[in-house]
DNA sequence: ATTGTTGGAGAAAACGTTTACTCGAAGAGC
DNA sequence: GCTCTTCGAGTAAACGTTTTCTCCAACAAT
């Protein structure tokens, strides 16, 4: 009869009786309410620390109604350019006493649904999506409850949702730059998957960017390289097969970035005096891959910071700024070594270091 | 009076009600409960549609006392073997209905603890660690709770808690008899943080290979590389200035590897003709870096499914196999090109492809 | 017909907290 | 010295579920 299935871990109530005060002086004492006398405070620590105890989140949750949880959803976790959002914002997230709930899609629409479902029923207090598609319907529900919302790059334009632009056009425009003075004109672009809006913003700011340069973009020169290194390989493959071959290729990520880099290699094209290559995201790795590529950076640490400040902002509605504001990150372009000015087509092929 | 913060989100009771029920059989039928009418089951379903209803999880857990979260500590997701790992985790336990709580410590101690104290105050069903160096009081309340624990590599040997062995022996025994086969004497290690269990344990891996193989390993030839590539470029670095330059270098884990591969490209020293080098890990990206590199794989995959099922198995103790089970994880060589034969000292420099 | 059984639905008691609310003691003002 | 505040601790009522228990109806067996 006395036997559960576990012992039935520490209480509240035996904090209170072994520190000879009522539950609610416990209470008081761990969330550091002033009122409650320096000696009884004593005697409680003094109690908690003796046994052992661990408060239950859940229960405080269900009667205080704040998790403390801030959900976030990225497209792949694969990506190395995520994890390094991923543990930015686990960083601040300590600091502030939240704890992430956390998923990766997989740029599966179901599957996000699922999470965020998931991630209602956990009571998180917050989510940040860094991935967008999401049915209206599902949205509605998240808007109905008033869940404090951040969307990650390109979001829906409601209301009361905050929204995190990248500003894409700075560094793109950079690139182009920096590729044009360079004498490149046959310049690819490698996209993301379409479905997916922010790659499709990449790919609109790379041709506006292309436009004010006065530069072509003939059809074919915009291929998918659906954000992975596989994509990048055959986004590559494709290109090369052309008559005219660009002579530069900006890829919508990274990791595209380096599959276009190793098939140039596979096929005996050197990067950079071949080819020039510019990545986007300044994944850690991309400083020390071979050769270093050349790679529009956008903070992640920024960005973690950003949306997740945005949440707080939101939930704690006292401190500014308001839910539904727009913040912005910009991009930059950071050279190192995967471009270079344009050879003459005809040359002979090059000796070994790029650098 | 009616105005509270939100609108207090809708209630098993507000379910109850619209389907013309006891809250009990809402309960009931949400939890698929084979006794319930199934006219009665139809009802409430349709009300749970019609008025958008989330179950709380947190009530939930506070009366059943499981939340069906289980904790997954790793060192490091900026090191992209973690995040394989990581997703093969997720994905099977969204299969198994579970959440994840995920901590990247960074290799920290004291980080570590405090993941640890907040995944008992969530009240984790579980958690599964791959890092060790955790301190024995913290080990002691997760004890005395009774918290299912797995250890990913090297745990404690404990009673109660499972383990998931890795037979590095294997994987390196293959690689130094690679090296070997190819001529190579002078082989060096880049071992991980010495603080870490695994770590340590590769670095014992690669010295009983070598004795096994008769081969000597001079002072200085194993120097760590912390896992990560700024480690293994330093570690290189130091091992390029030795007058005997090592012809061959392992490391423990690919990262680093990567690191020594871009040091010795920085040198001029030629991968693989100049110097053959061979990770540990096989992230997946290790395929696409040029060149391709050789690697010591272990399934990610498999590596999270066993560590899931055996807290699975720990928690719903009817199944087999009981808790403190240790499970095995073979490791082999997967051959790129990133390592070749051992060449004269004297040659001269190297064309340019390596393949 | 009467009594047992069975099965399924509702009532009510947990679960471990926070948070009004109550209440007594101590100090201030007259 | 008496009432009026103020302050801090304790009591009790939530929070949204699951789960045990109770109860009633229906059906089987005598």
Redesign the interface.
Known sequence: MKNR???K?LDIRDIAKHAKVSIATVSRTINHVSTVDPDLAKRVWKAIDEL?Y??????R??VS?K?RIFGLVIPD??N?F???I??AF?EIA?QYDY??????TGNDQH?ME?AI??M????VDGVAIMTFGMEEELLE?LH???MPLVFIDVGPPLPLVSNIRIQYQIGVRQAVQHLASHHHRRIAFVSGPPELKSATARTLAFQNAMAEKGLEVPDGMIVSGHHT?EGG?AAFEQLAARTERPTAVMCSNDVSA??V??KA?EL?I?VPDDLSVIGFDDI??AE???PPLTSIRMSQTELARLAFHALLADVERTSLPPAGTEYFLTTELVLRKSTAPVRKPAAE?????P?
């Not at 661990?54 to 229960?59: D, F, G, R």
């Not at 704890?99 to 990766?104: G, P």
């Not at 092929?349 to 270091?353: D, F, I, M, N």
């Open positions: 299935k576990k012992e871990a052992g661990y408060p239950n989140t859940q229960a949750t269900l109604g998790s976790i694969t190395p995520f994890p390094g991923v543990q686990e300590i704890e992430i709930l956390l998923t990766s599957r699922k479902r998931r209602i029923e956990r009571q529900h109905f409850r008033k290194v390989l380096i599959g880099m190793r290699y005996g050197q850690h790795l020390f891959v071979i092929p090059s000796k070994t270091h650098f």
